[in-house]
């Protein structure tokens, strides 16, 4: 069983940055990450993505350019690294890992998930 804790979240206004960490109990060597954000009275909804090896990260189209994920394999973290944030990026943003070279955009896909971190940006 594979254990992922978020961190980062917080209160921001508009304009601000974050970054959101993912720390995990495995190796992230041996899995593909990503990132879903939920806010109230909406569905799950697709962030970002890495491969195991780090390549092709995938970004939502609402976060392409504003948004970067990346990994530190020697300390098991995923980063979610999060600028020029919304209004609408208001959500409850969760990490969430898959034993595959391949990430994915469909959170079914994934095996092991975090509790999730609150970020909540004030407009």
């Known amino acids: 069983q594979v254990q992922l804790v978020e961190s980062g979240g917080g209160l921001v206004q508009a304009g601000d940055s974050l970054r959101l960490s993912c720390a995990t109990s495995?190796?992230?060597?041996?899995?593909?990450m990503g990132w879903f954000r939920q806010a109230p009275g909406k569905e799950r909804e697709f962030v970002a993505s890495?491969?195991?090896?780090?390549?092709?990260?995938s970004y939502a189209d609402s976060v392409k350019g504003r948004f970067t994920i990346s990994r530190d394999d020697a300390k098991q973290t995923v980063y979610l690294q999060m600028n020029s944030l919304k209004f609408e990026d208001t959500a409850v943003y969760s990490c969430?890992?898959?034993?595959?070279?391949?990430?994915?955009?469909?959170?079914?896909?994934?095996?092991?998930w975090g509790q999730g971190t609150q970020v909540t940006v004030s407009a």
């Open positions: 495995a190796r992230t060597s041996t899995l593909a």
């Open positions: 890495i491969r195991r090896d780090g390549g092709s990260p």
């Open positions: 969430a890992a898959r034993p595959s070279l391949w990430a994915s955009t469909n959170p079914n896909d994934y095996y092991y």
